[in-house]
Protein backbone atom coordinates (compact mmCIF):
# COMPACT_ATOMS: atom_id res chain seq x y z
CA UNK A 1 0.00 0.00 0.00
CA UNK A 2 1.87 2.94 1.10
CA UNK A 3 5.17 1.44 2.59
CA UNK A 4 7.73 2.67 0.31
CA UNK A 5 6.46 6.73 1.06
CA UNK A 6 5.81 5.90 4.63
CA UNK A 7 9.15 5.10 4.90
CA UNK A 8 10.36 8.98 3.49
CA UNK A 9 11.09 11.74 6.13
CA UNK A 10 8.70 14.93 6.34
CA UNK A 11 11.73 17.11 5.06
CA UNK A 12 11.75 14.40 1.28
CA UNK A 13 8.30 14.92 1.29
CA UNK A 14 7.59 18.75 1.54
CA UNK A 15 8.88 19.20 -2.03
CA UNK A 16 6.79 20.44 -5.47
CA UNK A 17 6.14 18.04 -7.88
CA UNK A 18 5.35 19.47 -11.33
CA UNK A 19 3.44 16.07 -11.88
CA UNK A 20 3.30 16.87 -16.08
CA UNK A 21 7.38 15.32 -15.52
CA UNK A 22 6.74 12.60 -13.03
CA UNK A 23 7.27 9.27 -14.07
CA UNK A 24 7.34 9.55 -17.47
CA UNK A 25 3.72 10.66 -18.00
CA UNK A 26 3.70 13.08 -21.15
CA UNK A 27 0.89 15.17 -20.36
CA UNK A 28 1.88 18.05 -22.32
CA UNK A 29 1.64 15.97 -25.59
CA UNK A 30 -0.95 16.79 -27.79
CA UNK A 31 -1.44 13.64 -28.87
CA UNK A 32 -2.62 12.14 -25.32
CA UNK A 33 -6.11 12.16 -24.33
CA UNK A 34 -7.13 15.31 -22.10
CA UNK A 35 -3.41 16.81 -22.67
CA UNK A 36 -3.85 20.30 -24.07
CA UNK A 37 -2.58 22.61 -21.37
CA UNK A 38 -4.99 23.58 -19.46
CA UNK A 39 -2.98 25.89 -16.90
CA UNK A 40 -1.84 24.76 -13.28
CA UNK A 41 -3.57 24.13 -9.60
CA UNK A 42 -1.47 24.27 -6.50
CA UNK A 43 -2.23 21.95 -4.08
CA UNK A 44 -0.85 21.95 -0.56
CA UNK A 45 -1.86 18.79 1.55
CA UNK A 46 -0.43 16.91 4.67
CA UNK A 47 2.45 15.27 4.35
CA UNK A 48 2.62 11.34 3.52
CA UNK A 49 -1.66 11.61 2.93
CA UNK A 50 -2.29 10.91 -1.22
CA UNK A 51 -1.23 8.31 -3.82
CA UNK A 52 0.47 10.21 -5.78
CA UNK A 53 -0.28 8.57 -8.88
CA UNK A 54 -4.00 10.15 -8.69
CA UNK A 55 -2.33 13.50 -9.43
CA UNK A 56 -0.63 11.95 -12.25
CA UNK A 57 -4.32 10.47 -13.62
CA UNK A 58 -5.94 13.94 -13.04
CA UNK A 59 -3.13 15.79 -15.12
CA UNK A 60 -4.00 13.28 -17.97
CA UNK A 61 -7.43 13.41 -17.59
CA UNK A 62 -7.82 17.10 -17.71
CA UNK A 63 -4.43 18.67 -19.17
CA UNK A 64 -4.18 20.69 -15.75
CA UNK A 65 -0.59 20.30 -14.02
CA UNK A 66 -0.59 19.83 -10.45
CA UNK A 67 2.22 21.87 -8.25
CA UNK A 68 2.17 19.66 -5.08
CA UNK A 69 3.57 20.99 -1.79
CA UNK A 70 2.93 19.26 2.00
CA UNK A 71 2.61 20.79 5.37
CA UNK A 72 3.43 18.72 8.57
CA UNK A 73 0.28 20.93 10.83
CA UNK A 74 -2.37 22.56 10.56
CA UNK A 75 -0.46 25.95 12.47
CA UNK A 76 2.30 25.66 9.45
CA UNK A 77 -0.23 26.08 7.14
CA UNK A 78 -2.15 28.43 8.55
CA UNK A 79 1.19 30.68 9.13
CA UNK A 80 2.19 29.94 5.54
CA UNK A 81 -1.03 31.68 3.65
CA UNK A 82 -1.45 34.54 6.46
CA UNK A 83 1.94 35.36 7.15
CA UNK A 84 4.18 34.37 4.59
CA UNK A 85 1.56 35.15 1.31
CA UNK A 86 1.85 31.86 -0.13
CA UNK A 87 -0.51 31.01 -3.03
CA UNK A 88 -2.52 28.16 -3.45
CA UNK A 89 -5.73 26.97 -4.88
CA UNK A 90 -6.28 23.93 -2.92
CA UNK A 91 -5.48 23.50 0.63
CA UNK A 92 -6.68 20.89 2.91
CA UNK A 93 -6.90 22.02 6.57
CA UNK A 94 -8.34 20.07 9.30
CA UNK A 95 -12.00 21.41 10.94
CA UNK A 96 -11.69 23.47 13.71
CA UNK A 97 -8.70 25.52 11.48
CA UNK A 98 -11.36 25.40 8.26
CA UNK A 99 -13.18 27.04 11.12
CA UNK A 100 -11.27 29.87 12.01
CA UNK A 101 -9.84 30.66 7.94
CA UNK A 102 -13.75 31.23 7.20
CA UNK A 103 -14.17 33.68 10.22
CA UNK A 104 -10.92 35.34 9.13
CA UNK A 105 -11.96 35.62 5.50
CA UNK A 106 -9.26 33.76 4.21
CA UNK A 107 -11.44 30.81 2.29
CA UNK A 108 -13.90 31.77 -1.34
CA UNK A 109 -17.32 30.07 -1.32
CA UNK A 110 -17.50 27.27 -3.55
CA UNK A 111 -19.04 26.51 -6.66
CA UNK A 112 -20.80 23.47 -6.46
CA UNK A 113 -21.68 23.27 -10.16
CA UNK A 114 -17.96 22.75 -10.46
CA UNK A 115 -18.50 19.77 -8.18
CA UNK A 116 -20.89 17.75 -8.80
CA UNK A 117 -19.45 14.76 -7.12
CA UNK A 118 -20.07 16.28 -3.90
CA UNK A 119 -23.57 14.23 -3.78
CA UNK A 120 -21.39 10.96 -3.12
CA UNK A 121 -20.06 12.70 0.40
CA UNK A 122 -21.62 11.00 3.21
CA UNK A 123 -24.51 12.81 4.87
CA UNK A 124 -23.47 12.78 7.90
CA UNK A 125 -20.25 14.59 6.52
CA UNK A 126 -22.05 17.43 5.38
CA UNK A 127 -23.32 21.41 7.19
CA UNK A 128 -20.69 20.48 9.53
CA UNK A 129 -19.91 22.81 12.83
CA UNK A 130 -16.94 24.31 11.38
CA UNK A 131 -18.77 24.96 7.82
CA UNK A 132 -22.40 24.89 8.86
CA UNK A 133 -23.84 25.98 5.76
CA UNK A 134 -20.66 24.23 3.66
CA UNK A 135 -20.12 26.81 1.32
CA UNK A 136 -16.30 26.27 1.72
CA UNK A 137 -15.31 22.91 2.03
CA UNK A 138 -15.53 19.47 0.93
CA UNK A 139 -14.35 16.64 3.21
CA UNK A 140 -11.33 14.83 2.24
CA UNK A 141 -10.54 12.55 4.53
CA UNK A 142 -11.53 11.88 8.43
CA UNK A 143 -10.71 9.68 11.48
CA UNK A 144 -9.68 9.36 14.98
CA UNK A 145 -6.93 9.70 16.55
CA UNK A 146 -5.61 7.13 19.63
CA UNK A 147 -2.56 5.38 20.97
CA UNK A 148 0.19 3.80 19.27
CA UNK A 149 2.05 1.47 20.90
CA UNK A 150 4.71 -1.45 20.39
CA UNK A 151 3.75 -4.75 22.04
CA UNK A 152 6.67 -5.65 22.38
CA UNK A 153 7.76 -3.27 24.63
CA UNK A 154 4.91 -2.20 26.07
CA UNK A 155 4.17 -4.62 29.26
CA UNK A 156 0.14 -3.81 29.71
CA UNK A 157 -2.45 -3.23 26.74
CA UNK A 158 -2.81 1.02 27.15
CA UNK A 159 -6.10 1.65 28.04
CA UNK A 160 -5.78 5.52 28.84
CA UNK A 161 -4.30 8.86 27.86
CA UNK A 162 -2.34 7.94 31.03
CA UNK A 163 0.03 5.79 29.44
CA UNK A 164 1.97 8.61 27.57
CA UNK A 165 2.89 10.20 31.06
CA UNK A 166 3.99 6.53 32.28
CA UNK A 167 7.44 6.65 33.77
CA UNK A 168 7.94 3.11 32.98
CA UNK A 169 8.31 4.34 29.05
CA UNK A 170 11.17 7.27 29.53
CA UNK A 171 12.64 7.76 26.65
CA UNK A 172 10.35 5.90 24.61
CA UNK A 173 7.53 7.99 24.45
CA UNK A 174 6.71 9.95 21.19
CA UNK A 175 4.89 13.11 21.59
CA UNK A 176 2.84 15.70 19.15
CA UNK A 177 4.71 18.44 18.05
CA UNK A 178 1.87 21.33 17.77
CA UNK A 179 0.31 22.75 20.04
CA UNK A 180 -3.40 21.65 19.90
CA UNK A 181 -3.13 18.12 19.51
CA UNK A 182 -0.21 17.56 22.54
CA UNK A 183 -2.46 20.08 24.83
CA UNK A 184 -5.26 18.19 23.66
CA UNK A 185 -4.21 15.25 24.95
CA UNK A 186 -3.55 16.40 28.24
CA UNK A 187 -6.73 17.73 28.67
CA UNK A 188 -8.57 14.66 27.49
CA UNK A 189 -6.17 13.06 30.17
CA UNK A 190 -7.28 15.12 32.71
CA UNK A 191 -10.94 14.91 31.58
CA UNK A 192 -11.40 18.23 30.39
CA UNK A 193 -12.94 19.35 26.70
CA UNK A 194 -10.73 19.59 24.05
CA UNK A 195 -12.00 23.16 23.38
CA UNK A 196 -11.91 24.77 26.67
CA UNK A 197 -11.23 28.34 26.86
CA UNK A 198 -10.51 27.81 30.48
CA UNK A 199 -6.95 29.74 31.42
CA UNK A 200 -6.40 27.61 34.38
CA UNK A 201 -7.32 24.46 32.41
CA UNK A 202 -4.90 24.83 29.90
CA UNK A 203 -2.45 26.00 32.55
CA UNK A 204 -3.03 23.08 33.88
CA UNK A 205 -2.33 20.45 31.18
CA UNK A 206 0.52 22.19 29.85
CA UNK A 207 2.49 21.92 33.68
CA UNK A 208 1.56 18.34 32.89
CA UNK A 209 2.86 18.60 30.13
CA UNK A 210 6.07 20.08 31.25
CA UNK A 211 6.56 17.21 33.97
CA UNK A 212 6.62 14.76 30.88
CA UNK A 213 8.93 16.55 28.94
CA UNK A 214 11.93 14.46 30.62
CA UNK A 215 9.79 10.94 29.67
CA UNK A 216 9.87 12.41 25.90
CA UNK A 217 12.10 11.10 23.35
CA UNK A 218 10.94 13.45 20.83
CA UNK A 219 7.78 15.56 19.66
CA UNK A 220 6.96 14.51 16.03
CA UNK A 221 4.83 14.65 13.10
CA UNK A 222 5.80 12.19 10.65
CA UNK A 223 8.62 11.70 11.99
CA UNK A 224 6.61 8.81 13.57
CA UNK A 225 6.51 6.96 11.23
CA UNK A 226 10.19 5.69 10.75
CA UNK A 227 10.32 5.81 14.72
CA UNK A 228 7.35 3.25 15.51
CA UNK A 229 8.02 1.04 12.37
CA UNK A 230 11.50 1.07 13.20
CA UNK A 231 11.11 -0.14 16.73
CA UNK A 232 13.27 3.03 18.03
CA UNK A 233 9.90 3.81 20.17
CA UNK A 234 7.84 2.11 22.33
CA UNK A 235 3.94 5.02 22.55
CA UNK A 236 3.06 7.65 20.30
CA UNK A 237 -0.35 9.17 19.71
CA UNK A 238 -1.12 9.61 16.19
CA UNK A 239 -4.01 9.08 13.25
CA UNK A 240 -5.41 5.40 13.09
CA UNK A 241 -5.07 5.57 9.26
CA UNK A 242 -1.37 6.23 9.54
CA UNK A 243 -1.35 3.38 12.26
CA UNK A 244 -2.93 0.95 9.89
CA UNK A 245 0.22 2.09 7.20
CA UNK A 246 2.77 1.75 10.05
CA UNK A 247 0.87 -1.85 11.12
CA UNK A 248 1.61 -3.04 7.38
CA UNK A 249 5.99 -2.39 8.30
CA UNK A 250 5.96 -3.26 12.04
CA UNK A 251 3.03 -6.17 13.06
CA UNK A 252 4.20 -5.05 16.59
CA UNK A 253 2.40 -2.18 16.16
CA UNK A 254 -1.24 -2.26 18.03
CA UNK A 255 -3.90 0.90 18.77
CA UNK A 256 -6.09 1.84 21.31
CA UNK A 257 -8.68 4.23 21.99
CA UNK A 258 -8.50 6.21 25.25
CA UNK A 259 -10.70 5.70 27.94
CA UNK A 260 -11.34 9.34 28.43
CA UNK A 261 -12.31 9.67 24.53
CA UNK A 262 -10.19 10.94 21.98
CA UNK A 263 -10.46 13.68 18.69
CA UNK A 264 -12.60 12.88 15.90
CA UNK A 265 -10.89 15.16 13.04
CA UNK A 266 -12.23 16.04 9.22
CA UNK A 267 -9.83 17.14 6.58
CA UNK A 268 -11.34 18.77 4.22
CA UNK A 269 -10.12 20.87 0.73
CA UNK A 270 -11.05 24.14 0.25
CA UNK A 271 -9.97 27.30 -1.97
CA UNK A 272 -7.85 30.07 -0.22
CA UNK A 273 -8.83 33.60 -0.93
CA UNK A 274 -7.90 35.26 -4.18
CA UNK A 275 -6.77 31.69 -5.74
CA UNK A 276 -5.12 32.21 -8.81
CA UNK A 277 -7.22 28.97 -11.01
CA UNK A 278 -10.11 28.69 -8.81
CA UNK A 279 -11.93 26.73 -11.66
CA UNK A 280 -8.83 24.41 -11.78
CA UNK A 281 -9.44 23.90 -8.32
CA UNK A 282 -12.90 23.05 -8.46
CA UNK A 283 -12.05 20.65 -10.84
CA UNK A 284 -9.42 19.03 -8.92
CA UNK A 285 -11.68 18.94 -5.76
CA UNK A 286 -14.56 17.59 -7.85
CA UNK A 287 -11.40 14.79 -9.31
CA UNK A 288 -10.70 13.63 -6.00
CA UNK A 289 -14.25 13.01 -4.96
CA UNK A 290 -14.29 10.58 -7.52
CA UNK A 291 -15.17 7.13 -7.10
CA UNK A 292 -11.55 5.41 -8.67
CA UNK A 293 -9.56 8.76 -7.03
CA UNK A 294 -10.67 8.45 -3.48
CA UNK A 295 -10.79 4.39 -3.47
CA UNK A 296 -6.85 4.83 -4.50
CA UNK A 297 -6.43 7.09 -2.00
CA UNK A 298 -8.13 5.28 0.48
CA UNK A 299 -5.96 2.03 -0.25
CA UNK A 300 -2.81 3.61 -0.16
CA UNK A 301 -2.97 6.02 2.95
CA UNK A 302 -5.74 3.75 4.70
CA UNK A 303 -8.08 6.90 6.55
CA UNK A 304 -11.48 6.92 6.43
CA UNK A 305 -13.08 7.95 3.31
CA UNK A 306 -16.25 10.58 2.81
CA UNK A 307 -17.17 9.07 -0.18
CA UNK A 308 -20.48 6.51 0.05
CA UNK A 309 -19.80 4.77 -3.44
CA UNK A 310 -15.73 4.46 -2.05
CA UNK A 311 -17.06 2.33 1.18
CA UNK A 312 -19.29 -0.15 -0.88
CA UNK A 313 -15.86 -1.03 -3.17
CA UNK A 314 -13.89 -1.17 -0.02
CA UNK A 315 -13.37 -4.80 1.19
CA UNK A 316 -15.58 -5.80 4.21
CA UNK A 317 -12.87 -6.29 6.21
CA UNK A 318 -11.84 -2.30 5.94
CA UNK A 319 -15.35 -1.11 5.59
CA UNK A 320 -16.36 -2.95 8.63
CA UNK A 321 -13.36 -1.76 10.76
CA UNK A 322 -14.57 -0.37 14.09
CA UNK A 323 -12.20 2.32 14.04
CA UNK A 324 -11.79 3.27 10.34
CA UNK A 325 -15.99 3.41 9.70
CA UNK A 326 -16.98 3.70 13.74
CA UNK A 327 -20.71 2.76 15.32
CA UNK A 328 -22.29 5.32 17.76
CA UNK A 329 -20.95 4.00 20.71
CA UNK A 330 -17.37 4.46 19.52
CA UNK A 331 -18.58 8.04 17.99
CA UNK A 332 -20.41 9.04 21.50
CA UNK A 333 -16.65 8.95 22.83
CA UNK A 334 -15.04 11.60 20.61
CA UNK A 335 -15.13 15.09 20.49
CA UNK A 336 -13.94 17.04 17.36
CA UNK A 337 -11.75 20.52 17.99
CA UNK A 338 -13.48 23.76 17.26
CA UNK A 339 -11.96 26.61 16.56
CA UNK A 340 -11.17 28.75 19.38
CA UNK A 341 -11.18 32.75 20.43
CA UNK A 342 -8.27 34.77 19.73
CA UNK A 343 -7.26 35.16 23.09
CA UNK A 344 -7.19 31.71 24.05
CA UNK A 345 -5.66 31.35 20.50
CA UNK A 346 -3.13 33.63 21.90
CA UNK A 347 -2.60 31.77 25.61
CA UNK A 348 -2.18 28.42 23.24
CA UNK A 349 1.26 30.07 21.53
CA UNK A 350 2.44 31.49 25.09
CA UNK A 351 1.90 27.90 26.42
CA UNK A 352 3.17 26.12 24.00
CA UNK A 353 6.52 28.47 23.82
CA UNK A 354 6.41 27.99 27.86
CA UNK A 355 6.44 23.81 26.95
CA UNK A 356 9.20 23.77 24.57
CA UNK A 357 11.29 26.40 26.85
CA UNK A 358 11.11 24.69 29.73
CA UNK A 359 14.28 22.37 30.75
CA UNK A 360 13.84 19.00 30.92
Known amino acids: M ?22 GTNSGDA ?33 IEVVYDTF ?41 DNIPNFEDIDPALKNPDYDPENLYSVPYMWGLLGIIYNTTMVEETP ?17 FNNSRDAIGVALKYL ?7 DEAQIKEAVDLLIQQKPLVQSYVMDEIFEKMQGGSAAIGAYYYGDFLTMQEINPDLAFCLPEEGTNLYVDAMCIPKNAENK ?18 NCEEIWYSSPLLSVREELDPEVSGDPYAYPDQSI ?9 LPAETLALYDSEWTRLMLASN
Not at 46 to 63: H, K, N, P, R
Not at 97 to 109: C, K
Not at 191 to 197: A, H, K, L
Not at 331 to 339: A, G, M, P, T
Request: aromatic letters at 10%; charged letters at 20%.
Open 331 to 339: LDQCESFKN
Open 191 to 197: GYSYNTT
Open 31 to 63: NEPGAADKGVVNVYNWGVYIDESVLEDFTAETG
Open 159 to 175: TSWGTMFDESYAGQILM
Open 2 to 23: KKSLALLTASALSLSLALTGCG
Open 279 to 296: ENAEIFINYMCSTAAGLK
Open 72 to 112: ESNESMYGMLKNDGASYDVVIPSDYMISRMIEEDMLEPLNF
